[in-house]
């Protein structure tokens, strides 16, 4: 998710597991195996089951033709769960077409032709200023709702935490519970202490805290260092993991020589991109073993994590597709070790603010 206000073993278990892993690969090319419940994880302590991996559909504004490509290719490979907000998109994005929109149109036109087809939605609040209380909370959700032309969601979060209301935000996300307009509900950017408050003030009324949405990725593991990871996993919350491929850094596509344009390269200037060098070839070659991408390593780094859901940005047909690659198949505990500790070497770039509030 990019935020739309922009901002080990002994030597022959190893090569068994290896041999094991290797084999699920090849049969993860069968898409059909994606969409056994093998691949589905419970959404926390809630009833919720989605795809191990969603795709997020921030981007999805401005080109139709492709957004919708990235959606049914997605649902094509077995991957239904998919992440969007009130604000992507949004009427204060010129020209834009709301992602809610989007997204309701291509469920609405894909349940034409399969009508029994599932498809999990997780939309967002946006805690302005200027909204106060549960109704508030309410009242955007039914806005949501008319968007995506559903009459309910699976998942509802607040998208960030207000400069104040928030105990009436999370009284409203309670409220969309029992009124049965969400199956779930969650959080975003809420650090440790949110979290457990969120946590204790929907247990009361017998309603579990879903999910957490947090920036997270082999480069930037400040959920792990902050104590969110450690309390979602001792909780039973999920940790859904945006910004999975660290805007593209962790693909490979990136390089000193030719670093991204835009604001990015700020981020990932040239000198970061050549200590980052080594942990990118080491991907690389875990991939070739794997027959695997960059980008399907890491965000199967991810999903290795355990209790984490990657939610990379499909803007078109081929990322869906590369993404769900991610699925079928698992990275041995050495080489999650081994990624984690040649990340470890290098300076984690800057994640969005508000979660250090």
């Not at 947090?214 to 859904?240: H, Q, W």
Request: overall charge positive.
């Amino acid at each position: 998710m990019a935020m739309a206000m922009h901002v080990s073993s002994a030597c022959f278990s190893a090569l068994s597991h290896r041999k094991v892993h290797r084999i699920r690969a090849v049969a993860s090319e069968d898409f059909a195996t994606l969409k056994t419940e093998e691949e589905k994880v419970k959404l926390g302590a809630s009833d919720l089951k989605i795809t191990k991996l969603g795709i997020g559909a921030w981007s999805w504004d401005r080109k139709m033709k492709a957004a919708k490509a990235a959606f049914d290719t997605s649902i094509d490979r077995g991957i239904n769960f998919f992440d969007t907000a009130e604000v992507y998109g949004s009427r204060l994005a010129l020209g834009a077409i709301s992602s809610e929109t989007l997204l309701g149109r291509f469920i609405k036109e894909r349940k034409q032709k399969e009508p029994e087809l599932e498809v999990a939605v997780a939309t967002k609040f946006a805690a302005l200023p200027w909204r106060f209380g549960r109704q508030s909370v309410l009242n955007a959700l039914n806005d949501s709702l008319r968007r995506l032309e559903l009459s309910s969601v699976e998942l509802y979060q607040l998208h960030w935490p207000g400069v104040w209301g928030n105990e009436g935000y999370i009284d409203g996300l309670g409220d969309a519970v029992e009124q049965g307009l969400v199956k779930a509900v969650g959080v975003s950017n809420y650090s440790e202490k949110r979290l457990r408050n969120a946590y204790e003030k929907l247990k009361k009324r017998g309603i579990p805290l879903a999910s957490n949405q947090v920036n997270y990725s082999l480069i930037y593991r400040f959920p792990e260092e902050n104590g969110v990871k450690a309390t979602c996993d001792e909780l039973g919350i999920t940790l859904i993991a945006y910004s999975p491929i660290a805007q593209g850094a962790l693909t490979g596509k990136y390089t000193p020589e030719n670093p991204p344009d835009g604001p990015r390269r700020r981020i990932y200037t040239p000198e970061f991109l050549t200590k980052l060098q080594p942990l990118i070839n080491r991907i690389r070659k875990i991939g070739e073993n794997y027959s695997k991408t960059p980008t399907q390593v890491v965000l199967n780094w991810l999903i290795a994590q355990d209790n984490v859901v990657p939610i990379p940005g499909a803007k078109n047909a081929e990322q869906a597709a590369e993404f769900s690659g991610a699925l079928g198949w698992m990275l041995t505990n050495d080489e999650v070790s081994e990624l984690r500790s040649l990340a470890s070497e290098i300076q984690p770039v800057v994640g969005f603010p508000v979660e250090k509030l």
